[in-house]
């Protein structure tokens, strides 16, 4: 795990079997010209530019001695490619002046738009594509549960009546909650393309102010919250009351994180449940086989299924869908056999009149035996946190013309077969399968089971990463891996947590029995939460009215609520396994959570721009001083590149602060350094690095390196690399001056006056000539005719060789005295947690004998 407290960001996570290194040594001479005829074939033929500037006098340099690589940021695949084609690779710094000029902002602060994380939309091939994948990792839990409905809803041979009546509840409550409920409306509700009940709290927060957030997240998140008269008066109340009330803000915040726990719990325990079950099946052929040997086979069946988590939800989806679609064609065809076959009247279930039949002639019974058929649609939650990894029409498109209809015929085949068999319900599945179909049909079943984990493993993925932005968990590796399906990830550590938790279920129960009695209560509380959920985003975000919002909600939370309810009656019986470790994580999410806020408050303080810290004293020359609040001290100028790492990329790092404060110091040259991750695969090269100068300090950069998840940070040289891109922006700056004022001079773009008035105002005191030439006559480089920009690139290049600081944070919490118990215990929690997460300054590899850790301290 990683501490984002330190100054310095973390790099994203790609593939590690995609990594390319790059080794440098450092180089002993001084920074280059940029006209070096060589250079520009090297980086065309390596795809990478060098990042040093070697400074030429009259002479070129030859190939032969061509410095090592400094590194950047670079998807590994395109660098394996430019590699293989070097006639059609790029460099990642092979930009003209036009192309990176909308990012030379002036205070730094306008880098952020352009990859804020977008719903992908496929079609075509790629949405079938995605369809068969899905098959294979969503309806894995659904698709295996008629192997059970019934032996756990009848206690003895059924009635044909009872038979039809149950039927009747299990086609209906499939096609209310599943078909109706998740597939036509919740899945509406994502955000961004992200699905499951914490994305609608996610999405809540953009539409209302509900929640605070992370300094570093406010300035990519983007708010959607409506105009208040475009609202419709009952929900402008509504959200009014939301936005005004504390104790809403507490709910929704538990509904969102518990939901998550809830999920993260069946994903410890649907694992052991499937696995163990499919192991246990061996039963038919072999009755003898010991308990000692189930336990062992599932454990180490458990093993490898979280053993190949690593390949990609990709390639797992397309090498289990084969199986979960034979699994379901099974099913599909066994029904339409026993139809057939015997009892065609069945289908009379179809009526919703044998559904409420069932209640009123059953009553208190009917209610307990819902506990038995809510198992037909357990996996439903998974299905909508999974939305992220696939997208909304394929999961539509799986279930409506697949998935849906192999369900409905098995349930239906076997009921027709217990109508003629009735004492066949023990194990529907297997005694309803057709002649010479059995040996079969149980080595389909048996991996269908194995395989039907991976929708909540896959569910878990989504989830972390989702309450990760949030700030309702500590940072752990993500790593995606597609570059076309930007929402399928994979957290290792998660991962191996998940194997340790099934594993220790699968040892401590060591029966699907007892496992199955802590099954559903989860499941139910997490579709309720959903129907609530969704309800307020349709009210919120969708702005739909309230009296066409009510019916569906009524219907939906009811069938929810009754569910619920007859599931309550496990909890004794085991289902306070799944409770007890979804309150655990709760409230870990939730202590996280608190610590967070209470962090961003202590750190507020220090979220102030550069001009409120430092001030040129006109009296003095211009000599830097620090504010009177500071103290109003004159700071020395230290010889020197000075790499101060920044957590948020706007307003003043906190490390600076401290640094000038306590040294009364500043370096000649100093760079305000961040690291940005963006919800996108790459970074287009020429939109990849930002600079910008900070006006209210001479000599002082803001460099921001926006990077994907798919691309690699190779940063054996980051000085070389940060100092080649200051050297480029000043050289851009000066050009785009002279070319400002070279119009003046003709004429040109006239009626951009204010243009022209500010291209005045920057070049009067420059040369006159702007064709100023060299003691041989030879026209100088522009930056060379500026005088701004020559007097600025000595300086940057003379605080490059004289010597190179990366200056980090070491930021400390300290509890304030007289803190009550309560609050004393909770931060102790998260400041041990936080303390015991590795730096994320490692991520870099910085030259250790550069770095100077600047410490405070903070009071929470």
């Excluded at 590690?16 to 040594?25: H, P």
């Excluded at 096609?175 to 955000?191: G, P, S, W």
């Excluded at 000595?794 to 490059?800: E, F, K, S």
Aim: neutral net charge; hydrophobic residues 45%.
């Amino acid at each position: 795990m990683d501490n984002d407290t330190t100054a310095a960001p973390k790099p994203s996570s790609g593939p590690t079997n995609n990594t390319t290194t790059i080794r440098i040594e450092e180089p002993s001479f001084p920074p280059k010209d940029t006209n070096d005829p060589d250079r520009a074939s090297r980086e065309h033929a390596t795809g990478v530019s060098t990042g040093v500037n070697f400074r030429s006098r009259g002479s070129s340099m030859s190939s032969c001695h061509r410095p090592e690589l400094v590194g950047g940021v670079f998807n590994p695949r395109s660098i394996i490619s430019r590699g293989k084609r070097p006639a059609d690779s790029r460099s990642s710094h092979d930009n003209d002046t036009t192309s990176q000029s909308h990012l030379d902002i002036e205070e730094g602060d306008d880098w952020r738009g352009g990859y804020e994380k977008k719903k992908q939309v496929f079609k075509g091939r790629t949405l079938l594509w995605l369809a068969y994948q899905s098959v294979g990792v969503i309806y894995g839990d659904i698709g295996t549960s008629p192997l059970y409905v019934f032996s756990s809803t009848f206690t003895a041979p059924p009635t044909h009546r009872d038979l039809l009546q149950v039927l009747s509840v299990v086609i209906w409550s499939i096609t209310i909650l599943v078909t109706f409920k998740y597939i036509f409306v919740i899945l509406h509700a994502d955000n961004e393309g992200e699905g499951g009940t914490f994305s609608c709290y996610s999405l809540l927060t953009r539409f209302a102010n509900i929640t605070e957030r992370d300094p570093r997240e406010q300035v990519t998140v983007r708010m959607e919250r409506h105009l208040t008269n475009d609202l419709k008066p009952p929900t402008r109340s509504l959200r009014a009351k939301l936005e005004g009330s504390r104790f809403t803000h507490v709910l929704l915040k538990i509904i969102g994180v518990l939901a998550v726990s809830m999920v993260m719990s069946d994903g410890v325990l649907t694992p052991a449940q499937s696995v163990l079950g499919a192991v246990q099946g061996l039963s038919v052929v072999k009755p003898d086989i010991s308990k000692s040997t189930v336990t062992g086979t599932t454990c180490g069946i458990l093993v490898l299924l979280f053993l190949i988590q690593p390949l990609g939800t990709s390639k797992i989806a397309t090498t289990f869908a084969p199986i979960v679609i034979v699994w379901l064609g099974l099913n599909f065809s066994f029904g339409i056999y026993n139809l057939v076959t015997f009892d065609w009247t069945v289908l009379k279930a179809f009526s919703p009149y044998f559904a409420f039949q069932f209640f009123i002639e059953h009553k208190k019974r009917a209610w307990r035996m819902l506990g038995g058929v809510l198992l037909s649609f357990t996996g439903v939650e998974a299905l909508f946190a999974d939305l992220g990894a696939f997208s909304l029409h394929a999961i539509q498109l799986s279930w409506m013309c697949y998935t849906y209809p192999c369900l409905l015929l098995a349930y239906i085949g076997q009921a027709a077969y217990i109508s003629h068999h009735p004492d066949a319900y023990t194990n529907p599945f297997f005694n309803a399968a057709p002649p010479g179909t059995l040996y079969p049909s149980l080595v389909i079943a048996i991996l269908a089971a194995i395989v039907a984990s991976q929708a909540m493993i896959t569910a878990t993925f989504q989830l972390i990463s989702q309450i990760m932005k949030l700030s309702y968990c500590p940072q752990v590796k993500v790593v995606h891996t597609s570059q076309t399906f930007h929402g399928q990830i994979y957290v290792p550590f998660v991962n191996w947590l998940l194997m340790l938790g099934a594993i220790l279920v699968t040892a401590v129960y060591g029966d699907t029995v007892k496992l199955g009695n802590a099954y559903g209560v989860c499941v139910m509380f997490v579709t309720f939460f959903d129907t609530c959920m969704v309800t307020l985003v349709s009210l919120i975000v969708w702005k739909l009215s309230p009296f066409l919002v009510f019916v569906p909600w009524l219907v939906f939370a009811s069938v929810d609520g009754l569910y619920l309810s007859a599931a309550l009656i496990k909890v004794p019986e085991g289902a306070w396994f799944t409770l007890t470790l979804s309150g655990i994580l709760t409230s870990l999410f939730l202590l996280w959570r608190f610590g967070k806020e209470n962090q961003w408050r202590a750190e507020a303080e220090d979220r102030f721009k550069p001009s409120h810290l430092i001030v040129k004293d006109k009296n003095e020359g211009g000599r830097l001083r620090l504010q009177p609040v500071w103290g109003g001290d004159p700071l020395s100028s230290l010889r020197g590149f000075g790499i101060f790492f920044d957590k948020t990329g706007v307003m003043t790092p906190a490390v600076f602060t401290h640094y000038v404060t306590k040294f009364v110091a500043i370096p000649e040259v100093a760079v305000f350094f961040h690291l940005h991750p963006v919800e996108a695969p790459t970074v287009l090269p020429e939109e990849r690095y930002a600079v910008s100068h900070v006006t209210a300090v001479p000599g002082c950069y803001r460099l921001v390196i926006k990077h994907g998840f798919m691309d690699q940070v190779i940063s054996p040289d980051l000085a070389a690399l940060i100092y080649e891109q200051i050297r480029r922006f000043v050289v851009r700056q000066a050009t785009e001056r002279m070319r400002a004022l070279e119009k003046l001079r003709t004429g040109e773009d006239t009626d951009c006056e204010g243009e022209q008035e500010a291209a005045k105002g920057e070049t009067s005191h420059r040369t006159e000539s702007s064709g100023a030439s060299g003691p041989d006559g030879v026209l100088l480089p522009v930056e060379l005719r500026d005088e701004e920009a020559a007097a600025e690139l000595a300086r940057l290049d003379r605080a490059y060789a004289s010597k190179i600081l990366y200056v980090v944070g070491k930021e400390q919490m300290r509890i304030k005295t007289g803190a009550p118990i309560a609050r004393r215990f909770m931060l102790s929690v998260f400041l041990w947690i936080r303390d015991n997460t590795r730096a994320k300054i490692a991520n870099l590899q910085l030259a250790m004998d550069r770095l100077v850790e600047v410490g405070f301290v903070k009071e929470i």
